[in-house]
């Protein structure tokens, strides 16, 4: 069965980092664009960063340049979203995602992200 297992989110400071992980079982990545969404209290979900599971070409939303970086480990199955600069506009609720090309989205259970200021 295929399923996204989010790890490491939590509470930090304004200006702080913090490493999202999320573990992929039963997915090939090269069949899959992999990344994280995000929802904030009140808000819609947003995209935020995702990556091709193919040739590594990452793609970035305006609110995650020169601060988040996404990166996918195809060996261990596992894709990192790394948080630097944070800021307490960038607490939410941060999904895991496997877009596939064939098979359709799946979405992980969702990590809190909290930034205080």
């Known amino acids: 069965e295929r399923q996204l297992v989010e790890s490491g989110g939590g509470l930090v400071q304004a200006g702080g980092s913090l490493s999202l992980s999320c573990a992929a079982s039963e997915f090939d990545f090269d069949d899959y664009n992999l990344g994280w969404f995000r929802q904030a209290p009140g808000k819609e979900r947003e995209g935020v960063i995702c990556?091709?599971?193919?040739?590594?070409?990452?793609y970035y939303t305006d609110s995650a340049k020169g601060r988040f970086t996404i990166s996918s480990d195809n060996f261990n199955n596992s894709v990192t979203l790394q948080m630097n600069n944070l800021n307490p506009e960038d607490t939410a609720v941060y999904f895991c995602?496997?877009?596939?090309?064939?098979?359709?989205?799946?979405w992980g259970q969702g990590t809190q992200v909290t930034v205080s200021s």
């Open positions: 990556i091709s599971g193919r040739d590594g070409t990452t």
């Open positions: 995602y496997a877009a596939g090309y064939i098979t359709g989205v799946y």
